[in-house]
């Protein structure tokens, strides 16, 4: 699991450590960064900084974290939730192949099957040199603008599979 070191590195935004707190069973970071970050802002700050396989599975972005008079965190952590994010591991050898292209053409330590395009910053340079390796590495002749419109990796490989790709 992620180090309080690597989450103190992470988690500071503008020289203030924002609250957290791990909920270990779960694999779940709870930040509390409503308005100063997103939970995909959160989870990537996370995911560069700590090893990919020790990073929580799922970020929630809450407004507070409740702890009870101990300071130790409260079971009603749920009901202040605001937004959460949750890694999507790919389910093909063809998302593995493409989420590892994306990744590397986004300068990003790993990107979920799930995570939109555009959400991880992608731009038209990157999606011109994504596209274009998809083909020389996948065979896989898609569009720069499919990216934008598709959004994320399993959608595009569905598009792939399904022989709807350009």
Aim: net charge negative; proline share 4%.
């Amino acid at each position: 699991m992620v180090t309080q070191a690597q989450l103190r590195d992470a988690l500071t935004v503008d020289g203030d450590l924002l609250d957290h707190a791990l909920v270990e069973e779960g694999g779940v970071l709870l930040v509390a960064a409503a308005g100063r970050l997103t939970a995909l802002d959160a989870w990537l700050r996370v995911d560069r900084t700590a090893n990919p396989a020790e990073a929580p599975e799922t970020v929630v972005v809450v407004d507070h974290i409740p702890r009870d008079g101990a300071g130790l965190l409260g079971d009603d952590w749920r009901e202040v939730e605001v937004e959460r994010h949750r890694y999507a591991a790919p389910t093909s050898p063809l998302e593995e192949a493409v989420v590892a292209i994306w990744a590397d053409g986004l300068g990003l330590p790993r990107v979920g099957a799930e995570d939109d395009f555009l959400d991880l910053g992608g731009d038209s340079f990157a999606a011109v040199a994504i596209a274009e390796r998809m083909e020389q590495e996948c065979g896989i002749a898609v569009f720069a603008a499919d990216l934008y419109q598709l959004g994320t990796v399993r959608q595009l490989t569905a598009q792939v599979d399904a022989g709807t790709a350009r």
